[in-house]
């Protein structure tokens, strides 16, 4: 979890992803809260990762960084950024290969 933090830091710059995502390929993750939808690139177990990192590491409106997937046992760099008010809205991250997930940001 530190190299998440650490990659925060470095990149500075920051891209904000589009949904790029195609909606046909999508499917939802519902064992965790909040609910995410993801690619069909993007395994349950690697989209709550994610939503792991966003929380853990303090992230607001922007984040970029490394996350690993338990499915495929490799790092992937991930940017995500939030769309609503402070404490509410939706996440979409984006990354290499088709990964995308999106979830609520409602605290």
């Keep these: 979890m530190k190299r998440f933090t650490i990659l925060i830091a470095l990149f500075g710059a920051f891209i904000v992803p589009t949904a790029s995502a195609s909606a046909a390929g999508n499917h939802s993750c519902r064992q965790g809260d909040p609910p995410i939808t993801a690619s069909a690139r993007t395994s349950c177990a690697f989209a709550g990762k ?54 609520s940001a409602d605290i």
């Design 50 to 103: 994610i939503v792991t990192e966003w929380y853990n590491n303090g992230c607001t409106t922007r984040c970029q960084g490394v996350i690993w997937s338990p499915v495929t046992k490799r790092n992937y760099g991930l940017s995500c950024s939030r769309r609503g008010g402070q404490y509410t809205g939706t996440v979409t991250c984006t990354g290499p290969n088709g990964i995308y997930a999106r979830f």
